[in-house]
């Protein structure tokens, strides 16, 4: 089993920190956890991947042991787009595979239309490109987020990092075993217990979200070959419906399902490993 060294990613505006596993002159796969995950998340999918890639397993801003935003700011989607290709300059990577989930398969999609001439495989986990907005909840949802705490919800305490692990868990749905590498990574220990490291203000809601019509639009960018595994049954806000018409604008996508829950590479990851490596 390969172990995971500790990497710190200095960007021009902030440091990022990241797990990697394998031979350093391996091809590349950069993976991307999703929101309010952290590097963790691929903990035990990597070392699976290692014998064939060098697996970058980034924390993105305001996750896992990255930096915050400076005051005053808030995490949007292209300016973690912007990181991700950031983070692959500061790296030195001129071709790599992109595994994300979730969020991270968001950001992944999107990094490759921003750069296709960087990414020779996009592999996306329960996500393709960004959450839409169909118009019907838009007024509300501005009017929320503006009225929301500008520092977001406070942060929790927990006794023990059992404790915030069972807690992860029945937000989940994740068994603890699974949720563990990334609580564990996600908590600091202060005074009063432990607390999580993740940026309060990612709690706060998206004022705008794309249209689908935008998110399609964007979709034909991927020129990579792609592969997407979604979650069977379907995730509540990943309908099938959805998920095929956005799939119909990637001429060079397959789909697959996979019996499980959202963190498929957690709860699955020798099968998930095999998915990825059918082709390689």
């Known amino acids: 089993m390969h172990a995971a060294i500790e990497r710190r990613i200095q960007l021009p505006h902030l440091a990022l920190s990241a797990l990697t596993w394998g031979d350093e002159h391996a091809p590349a796969l950069l993976a991307l956890h999703g929101w309010l995950d952290n590097a963790g998340s691929f903990a035990l999918l990597a070392p699976l991947l290692a014998t064939h890639y060098r697996v970058i397993a980034l924390d993105l801003p305001g996750h896992g042991h990255a930096d915050h935003l400076p005051p005053g700011s808030s995490y949007h989607y292209v300016d973690y787009v912007r990181a991700v290709l950031a983070a692959i300059d500061a790296l030195q990577l001129d071709r790599l595979t992109l595994l994300g989930h979730s969020l991270g398969a968001g950001i992944a999609a999107l ?31 501005f009017r929320d987020a503006l009225a929301s ?132």
Not at 122 to 141: K, M, N
Not at 160 to 172: D, H, K, N
Not at 251 to 279: N, R
Request: glycine share 8%; proline share 8%; charged share 20%.
């Open 111 to 141: 990094a490759a239309i921003a750069a296709p001439e960087r990414v020779e495989r996009l592999l996306l986990i329960e996500g393709l490109g960004p959450l839409g907005d169909d118009g019907s909840h838009t007024l509300q949802r």
């Open 149 to 280: 705490r500008p520092e977001g919800r406070p942060l929790r305490v927990f006794r023990s990092v059992e404790q915030a692990t069972s807690a992860r868990s029945i937000v989940s749905g994740l068994r603890g075993e699974l949720a563990w590498p990334i609580v564990e990574r996600a908590l600091i220990e202060t005074s009063g217990g432990w607390r999580w490291r993740s940026d309060p203000r990612l709690t706060r809601p998206t004022p705008l979200r794309m249209a689908e019509t935008q998110i399609h639009a964007l979709l034909h960018g991927i020129t990579a070959p792609a592969a997407v595994l979604l979650a069977q049954p379907a995730t509540a806000y990943l309908p099938s419906t959805l998920m095929q018409t956005r799939a119909a604008c990637v001429p060079t996508i397959t789909v697959s399902q996979m019996d499980g829950g959202h963190h498929l590479h957690l709860e699955h990851p020798q099968a998930v490993a095999e998915w990825i490596t059918a082709d390689v």
